[in-house]
Nanobody, 124 residues
Framework: QVQLVESGGGLVQAGGSLRLSCAAS????????MAWFRQAPGKEREFVAR????????YYTDSVKGRFTISRDNAKKTVYLQMNSLKPEDTAVYFC?????????????????WGQGTQVTVSS
């Protein structure tokens, strides 16, 4: 069983930066495709970014391209989300997700393991 624990959320002004971390335990981290999702109040959970097992294939939702960077450190069993130029519309609970499937899509239903989430609030 894989456990995921996010950290790094907080309150930041528009234009600021935050770095989220997701530490994994259990399972084999280097075999996991890792992703970040977010969920704003009253909205469905949405895909943010995904990184392949080796880190060489990365995908972002259009709204964060050029501002967010996903990365992973397999030795530390950790995935990161560097968020720059934050906007009020980025405000949400951010979730780390993982799956052993080699090429998962963008639906939350395709991910087997989830963290508890970390709140990111961007003030205008």
């Amino acid at each position: 069983q894989v456990q995921l624990v996010e950290s790094g959320g907080g309150l930041v002004q528009a234009g600021g930066s935050l770095r989220l971390s997701c530490a994994a335990s259990g399972g084999t981290f280097s075999f996991l495709v890792m992703a970040w999702f977010r969920q704003a109040p009253g909205k469905e959970r949405e895909f943010v970014a995904r990184i392949s097992r080796s880190g060489d294939n990365i995908y972002y939702t259009d709204s964060v391209k050029g501002r967010f960077t996903i990365s992973r450190d397999n030795a530390k069993k950790t995935v990161y989300l560097q968020m720059n130029s934050l906007k009020p519309e980025d405000t949400a609970v951010y979730f780390c997700a993982a799956v052993y499937r080699s090429v998962p899509g963008y639906s939350p239903n395709e991910y087997a393991y989830w963290g508890q989430g970390t709140q990111v609030t961007v003030s205008s």
